[in-house]
């Protein structure tokens, strides 16, 4: 539940992660940090750097992560975020060619499934509004948050692909694809999702792990809440998966 801390310890036993640098709130936490302290580490995460992500240190769902390209943007950004969070983290943008979200318990893996961003494909007549509509997004302040970064009244060119966001996150609209074990990915993403979850000492936790676009892997981040409604709902034979892994999880808690 705490994304710094996560890194921290990963950092520590050499398990690639995605870099965090953590921010406090100046009112409540004046011997940790300063206002000058906030400005001098947002300025020196975005020298060098095109893009910076930052989100609550303690979230879930991809609720409030923003991607900014300014670091006036970011102070923006950084100020309300503190309005309802004691801490924040702040990470560089990666460019990801894909996520897969892992479902670890004991030392094994039961699931892995990479999760396809939503996306529209235009035919040069219909505005995104148009199309995005015909699409079964879900009904939640994550999927507004999204739209309300496109112009929903551009048209897009025949057969142009236009994604609808650059997070992965099943809640915002994208959708499930099971990885099998036969897939050349599948050993690559396991071994990575059991060092993390024996190095975090877990029981039952899913992974995220991302796939960069110059094939390098590293953990985005380890949720102590093990979801998957969404999941069971989309995926093809979802519900019977989910139920056999909370089995199992459910022997391992009362041997």
Known sequence: SDKYATYEVLKSQNIPIIEHKIIFDPEKRKDY?????????IS?????????VVKPNIGETGKDVFCCDSIEEIEK???EL????????ICPYYDIKNEYRVFYLKGKVLLIYKKIKPYVIGDGKKSLKELVSKLNLPKNDIVKENLSKLDLNYIPENKEKVELSWKHNLSGGATPKIIEKEDKIYKKVEKLAIKTGKTLNMLF???DIIETNNDNFYVLEVNSGIGATLFSKLAPNGKSIVKDMYKKALVEFFR
């Not at 940090?33 to 580490?41: F, Q, T």
């Not at 020196?44 to 910076?52: A, L, N, V």
């Open 205 to 207: 936790a899913t992974v």
């Open 33 to 41: 940090m300063s206002k000058k302290e906030i400005i001098d580490i």
């Open 44 to 52: 020196s995460e975005f020298k060098g750097r095109r893009k910076i």
């Open 82 to 89: 503190l309005k309802n969070n004691s801490s924040i983290s």
């Open 77 to 79: 950004i950084v100020k």
